[in-house]
């Protein structure tokens, strides 16, 4: 007989839910830019400074911790898009005197749409979230007793209570950093679509050749700079025009731009994605059977490159002549007097239209008609390429599959494989086991190149294990920019390992992306000057919203009325995070573990090592 007391009652179940947040909802009919129907968008929103307070009232009141031995508080915010809808949340950290760090996380938006754009945002959840930022990035933080001894947390210009026993109240400033993916901090730095051409923490333009004067007047962004561009920017007579990639002001000009932290992960992701990339160009190129057709459109890539080069280099050097020069000065003027009739228009203006139109022509004929024409041709040939390597990825014989079945043995899944890129689990899978993985890839790729193949045996063991050498490094980069409070010499070590896995990169012909380039400029900055360094500060717990959020959504997808289901979402969430739910979780958990004897050997981390100290 288990009891009466072996289930707990509804009543009991639903006080772990009391004191939730309030949701709202709220929903729009949007246009996408450039598509002519409207789509249905809906959300929910929660006051972030309302949300995390909450939260660590609970936490701390669960932890039976006096108010004045929390010492430190740091809220890391982000949000990122995946699986049809928008997250936005906060990872919270608070340090005890005692050194103990109680985490968390909380998530605070849920926006359902297709795409996220920042005008979609700023019409939608970035009111609510932005007068919660501000609170918490300028309001101090209040944790104090009441009269019946539970612990209270408040952001508030003023003391919330009359309490002054000493133990009983702290105040405390929170230090706010923003996080997510390049995309997601260009939006909010007012740099939208702009990621991948312009560096977020600097002046560096990417994706493009600079001269050695253009490299030393590259600067460090401030958020004063940013706003003033951002204003020019909006300008009437400015609109749509740009400098340094910004279009309108910061959402957030509260928040320091030094505070916008390095996304690890989602770089992470960027290089390692490059590297096997990279590899896979060199495998269909030199060592994979081809068909005359995959020949020729192969042969056909570097000359269309070639071609867009020289004729875009033309072009800005006939823009820069006189010719170029006047054709600019009459498009202004033409602009500038194009309110006036065509009554009015006088000769002068009759002949300087003439002349624009005909200036204009010859730009047309001899660049712009040319570049597209050839842009087109190589967007069409490499669209063949990839459906050729698809089909051919699907034969069993083929070599692509061969590397596939090793990269299975570690884990690494088929849908994230085939789909073009691998997710952050299966990058970090890659690189744990590198010297498994290229050992392996070298004996496929000897025993399957074709007959004609111009690469020996030996130039294919020494591809692998420049491959295999370069994961190494970044994987020992990565792991030094992760470390918690990270010391003088863990900064010097990082240093030294992002320098090789830089150059040789580069020695394997892959390009300086942004993502490369914050990796060697500005981590190693973070790394010194900011408190706890990067790596309590990541946004791997943003990417875990997806995965809560698409729970949720099909735990309660029959509820139809959407405030409801909001609010039921809310009681479900703020139940299974109750401090008291999740100790027991840990506790049963625990509990259920085996006792094993003896400690397993981690083989894995202890080859890694070995394998970086050899590369260095």
């Known amino acids: 007989h288990l009891g009466p007391g072996f289930c707990p009652t509804r009543r009991r179940v639903s006080m772990l839910s009391?004191?939730?947040?309030?949701?709202?909802?709220?929903?729009?009919?949007?246009?996408?830019?450039?598509?002519p129907q409207q789509e249905f968008i809906e959300w929910s929103e929660k006051r972030i400074d309302d949300e995390i307070s909450r939260y660590l009232q609970r936490h701390l009141q669960s932890h039976s911790v006096k108010p004045a031995d929390v010492v430190y508080v740091q809220a890391v915010v982000g949000g990122d898009h995946g699986d049809t809808a928008f997250q936005f949340g906060a990872s919270v950290s608070a340090e005890l005197s005692d050194g103990q760090i109680i985490e968390f996380e909380v998530s605070v938006c849920e926006l359902i749409c297709r795409k996220d754009t920042g005008k979609l945002i700023e019409l939608t959840i970035l009111p609510t979230l932005t007068s919660g930022l501000i609170v918490m990035a300028t309001s101090p933080l209040y944790i104090y007793k009441d009269a019946e001894g539970n612990i209270l947390c408040k952001f508030s210009e003023t003391c919330p209570t009359t309490t002054t026993e000493h133990g009983t109240m702290a105040i405390l400033q929170v230090d706010l950093y923003v996080t997510g993916d390049l995309a997601f901090q260009a939006m909010a730095l007012g740099k939208e679509s702009m990621s991948g051409h312009w560096c977020m923490q600097c002046t560096m333009q990417m994706q493009c050749t600079l001269t050695e004067a253009q490299l030393n007047e590259v600067k460090m962004w401030t958020m004063e700079e940013l706003c003033r561009l951002g204003d020019e920017a909006e300008q009437p007579r400015r609109k749509g025009e740009t400098m340094f990639g910004i279009k309108k002001k910061p959402w957030w000009p509260f928040i320091p731009i030094t505070h916008y932290m390095i996304p690890l992960l989602h770089c992470m992701i960027g290089v390692g994605n490059q590297l096997l990339d990279m590899l896979r160009d060199i495998l269909n190129e030199h060592l994979e059977n081809m068909t005359h057709t995959e020949e020729r459109v192969r042969a056909s890539i570097p000359i269309l490159k070639n071609m867009i080069t020289e004729t875009a280099a033309a072009r800005d050097i006939w823009d820069a002549s006189t010719e170029g020069k006047l054709c600019k000065t009459l498009k202004r003027k033409v602009l500038e007097a194009g309110k006036a009739s065509a009554q009015q228009e006088s000769t002068h203006a009759m002949d300087e239209r003439m002349k624009l139109n005909e200036l204009e022509d010859h730009r047309n004929r001899e660049f712009v008609l040319k570049l597209e024409k050839a842009r087109n041709t190589l967007r069409d040939h490499q669209n063949k390429l990839k459906m050729m390597r698809t089909s051919k990825v699907r034969q069993q014989d083929s070599i692509e599959t061969k590397m596939f079945s090793v990269l299975k043995e570690i884990g690494v899944e088929l849908s994230s494989y085939h789909g073009g890129?691998?997710?952050?689990?299966?990058?970090?899978?890659?690189?744990?086991?590198?010297?498994?993985?290229?050992?392996?890839?070298?004996?496929?790729?000897?025993?399957?190149?074709?007959?004609?193949?111009?690469?020996?045996?030996?130039?294919?063991?020494?591809?692998?294990?420049?491959?295999?050498?370069?994961?190494?490094?970044?994987?020992?980069?990565?792991?030094?920019?992760?470390?918690?409070?990270?010391?003088?010499?863990?900064?010097?070590?990082?240093?030294?390992?992002?320098?090789?896995?830089?150059?040789?990169s580069k020695d394997l012909r892959c390009t300086v992306t942004p993502k490369v380039h914050i990796m060697l400029e500005h981590v190693e900055w973070q790394m010194r000057n900011i408190w706890g360094g990067l790596g309590d500060k990541m946004e791997d717990w943003v990417e875990r919203l997806h995965q809560d959020g698409k729970r949720d959504r099909l735990q309660f997808r029959t509820v139809q009325n959407p405030l409801i289901r909001s609010i039921a979402r809310e009681k479900a969430h703020s139940r299974a995070m109750h401090p008291d739910v999740i100790a027991k979780t840990m506790k049963i958990n625990e509990g259920n573990k085996r006792n094993l004897t003896e400690s397993k050997t981690d083989l894995v981390g202890t080859q890694r090592k070995r394998d970086r100290k050899s590369v260095v």
């Open 18 to 35: 009391e004191g939730h947040g309030v949701v709202t909802y709220g929903c729009i009919n949007f246009t996408y830019e450039g598509k």
């Open 421 to 504: 890129s691998l997710n952050g689990k299966d990058i970090r899978k890659v690189m744990a086991n590198a010297s498994y993985i290229f050992n392996s890839f070298a004996i496929i790729f000897k025993g399957g190149k074709r007959p004609n193949c111009r690469l020996s045996d030996a130039n294919i063991d020494a591809l692998c294990l420049q491959f295999r050498e370069v994961f190494v490094l970044w994987d020992g980069a990565f792991s030094l920019a992760r470390t918690i409070n990270p010391t003088e010499m863990d900064i010097k070590t990082y240093r030294m390992y992002v320098d090789a896995a830089a150059k040789g």
